[in-house]
């Protein structure tokens, strides 16, 4: 029987664990099935360009302590392009694939949705360090992302109690604010702003007073990029860094935490100051849980390859590895429940 030939690529946004997930597929494919692979270069780009370098032992050696992704990454949607899908099944072709891995978030998957829907042979690996993918319990790189953010929470708390200070901590995550209520549990923050509550100025400020009213003199506030605040009964629309919108029709945040920051400072005349961990979330070393985990999940879209199960993502539900279709996992996001958030107010002011 001859060998197959099988494509992998990783998009979005880079991520710890990313070469966790390559490693794995492709030692086991190698080792178990005796496939060939190819590493598609900069996602869903190199599809519709035909830009692939060849995968194995040798280029898989030493990876999975490694942050980022060995192949690149883009934002790229084949179809905002005219016959985007049908560039990438001819270059499916021209390239010799018989399968694509793909690993990414919610519109690299919602691509490999869709070409699965025109018959191209996919397997999805869910990737984001928001955790908001819908279908999975966790996601391969939101540990890590979490982490960071409670280590620099640590740090921040001892400027904030020498200096008396409020600190304003702006995280990632856009449509959901599970980094922001984990890493902000975690690190005692003394009020958490996440995308699926409403607030209002007056009730942050309020809930700072009440704190320092109890004789604490510096606050933490740890707040997603995605938060929405309104002021004097006026809904605010997100605040963005920079106008336009990306290939997926997102627009690029960030700024939440200066507003939240100057209207405390001005309401209160609390010495309030702002950090913005950005992409410092993302970098870095995968922990030991996403290091597994990616490899897990490596190790289950081969063996998706293998059994011809196309059309499914790999998913963690409970401690099972278990496959769900596409569809089912880019059809609406994965957002914090109000159970969890009620948790978190315990330890608000």
């Known amino acids: 029987m001859a060998e197959k030939t099988i494509g992998i690529l990783t998009g979005g946004g880079d991520c710890p664990g990313l070469n966790a997930v390559i490693r794995a597929v492709v030692r086991k494919g190698i080792t178990a099935y005796r496939y060939r692979f190819r590493g598609i270069l900069k996602g869903w780009k190199g ?29 790229t949607n084949p179809f905002k392009e005219e016959d985007g899908g049908e560039i990438v099944v001819d270059n499916m072709r021209r390239m010799k694939l018989d399968a694509l ?39 391969f790189g939101f540990d890590t992302a979490v982490n960071i953010v409670t280590e620099a929470i640590d740090r921040i708390h001892t400027t904030a109690e020498s200096h008396n200070r409020v ?5 990632m995550g856009r449509h959901s604010g599970w980094i922001a209520l984990y890493a902000g549990l975690a690190g005692g923050a003394d009020m958490i702003l996440i995308p699926e509550q409403k607030y209002t100025i007056q009730e942050i400020v309020s809930t700072i007073r009440k704190r320092h009213e109890r004789g604490k003199d510096f606050s933490i506030v740890v707040v997603a990029e ?30 939440i935490g200066q507003l939240v920051a100057n209207a405390v400072e001005e309401a209160t005349s609390y010495e309030t100051r702002v950090t913005v961990l950005g992409h410092l979330q993302r970098g870095g070393t995968p922990t030991a849980f996403d290091r597994v ?16 199960d196309f059309g499914k993502m790999v998913s963690l539900q409970g401690n099972e590895i278990v496959a769900i279709p596409l569809a089912d996992a880019v059809n609406q996001l994965k957002i914090v429940d109000q159970e969890l958030y009620d948790l978190a107010t315990v330890f608000f002011g």
Request: net charge negative; proline share 4%; aromatic share 4%.
């Open 47 to 75: 599809m519709m360009e035909c830009d692939w370098e060849p995968l194995g032992p040798e280029e898989i050696s030493g990876i999975l302590p490694k942050g980022g992704t060995i192949l690149g990454t883009s934002r």
């Open 226 to 255: 995605g938060a929405q605040v309104s002021a004097e009964g006026k809904e605010n629309e997100y605040v963005v860094s920079e106008g336009g919108l990306d290939e997926f029709g997102h627009v690029k945040l960030g700024g």
């Open 293 to 308: 985990l990616g490899t897990r999940f490596g190790i289950a879209a081969i063996d998706l390859v293998h059994a011809g």
């Open 167 to 171: 600190m304003v901590i702006e995280v």
């Open 101 to 139: 891995v793909a690993i990414g978030g919610e519109d690299t998957l919602g691509v490999a949705n869709k070409l699965a829907s025109m018959g191209v042979p996919v397997i999805g690996v869910p990737k984001t360090i928001d955790n908001d993918l819908n279908g999975t319990d966790y996601t």
